[in-house]
């Protein structure tokens, strides 16, 4: 089992920054690949940003390409996301996710074992 928990959503202006953090607790951290997703009210969850197990590799989605850039800190237990320029439309919950540190396909939903609670990101226009 891993316990995650999401922090560091808020409310903020449009051209502004946040930085979201998941802390992991259980299974070793560096077991898993981890990754940040986030739902809008009245859409589909959808991938934002993921993260080798080792941080070598990271992947996004185009909506965030640019702005957005996902980290890790193996002796934390912690993965960040920091968030810049947002825009309205970044508005939603975010949740983070943990995947079998050799799943492929780390854009999908279904790849993701284990998830947090979510947290609430406002960008105001």
């Known amino acids: 089992q891993v316990q995650l928990v999401e922090s560091g959503g808020g409310l903020v202006q449009a051209g502004g920054s946040l930085r979201l953090s998941c802390a992991a607790s259980g299974r070793p951290f560096s077991s898993y690949a981890m990754g940040w997703f986030r739902q809008a009210p009245g859409k589909e969850r959808e991938f934002v940003a993921a993260?080798?197990?080792?941080?070598?590799?990271?992947y996004y989605a185009d909506s965030v390409k640019g702005r957005f850039t996902i980290s890790r800190d193996n002796a934390k237990n912690t993965v960040y996301l920091q968030m810049n320029s947002l825009k309205p439309e970044d508005t939603a919950v975010y949740y983070c996710?943990?995947?079998?540190?050799?799943?492929?396909?780390?854009?999908?939903?279904?790849?993701?074992?284990?998830w947090g609670q979510g947290t609430q990101v406002t960008v105001s226009s």
């Open positions: 996710a943990a995947a079998p540190a050799r799943a492929g396909l780390l854009r999908r939903l279904d790849s993701y074992d284990y």
């Open positions: 993260i080798s197990w080792s941080g070598g590799n990271t």
